[in-house]
């Protein structure tokens, strides 16, 4: 018997397959008054919504963790740190929804744009671009990690 992903064990892989289903049943033209090519589409889309947002919140993640190793300031590391754990509940949160993502996630792009938020903010406290990473020093179960947080480079907490 053929498996099909579950909408409650796995959002974004049940979103796929219906759109799959669907273009399916268009070609096979069932008779149906149904809109198959834009239903497929709607359904598909509402899964990548999940995929940017489990991207999203990486992002942000990763802005904050590239701060709080790289920052010389004591404030506003507070905020920086609120912000990896509101953004860490969020892409747990949809990747529990949809354990399929995980395969997904696109971790060079999230680094890219991650340490580009984080280089800009970093700027006021005259910390050099060049001096972060190319190339993203993370692992996806580190940023993930509610408990995982880098060393700061000036021997902040």
Not at 123 to 138: F, G, H, I, N, T
């Amino acid at each position: 018997m053929d498996r099909h992903p579950a909408y409650d064990d796995d959002f974004y892989a049940w979103t796929q397959e219906q759109a799959r289903l669907l273009r399916e049943a268009s070609a096979a033209r069932v008779n149906l008054p149904l809109d198959f090519a834009h239903l497929a589409e709607e359904i598909e889309d509402m899964g990548k919504s999940d995929r940017r947002t489990v991207q999203s919140a990486l992002v942000r993640v990763i802005e904050h963790l590239v701060k709080l190793e790289f920052s010389p300031a004591a404030d506003p590391r507070g905020g920086w740190r609120k912000s990896v754990r509101e953004h860490r509940a969020v892409a747990l949160d949809a990747l529990g929804d949809s354990p399929s993502l995980r395969g997904r996630i696109d971790l060079a792009t999230a680094w890219r744009r991650g340490r580009g938020l984080a280089a800009d903010g970093l700027e006021q406290d005259r910390v050099d671009e060049r001096r972060l990473p190319a190339d993203c020093p993370y692992d996806l179960d580190q940023l993930l990690d509610e408990d995982w947080w880098p060393a700061n480079r000036h021997a902040l907490d």
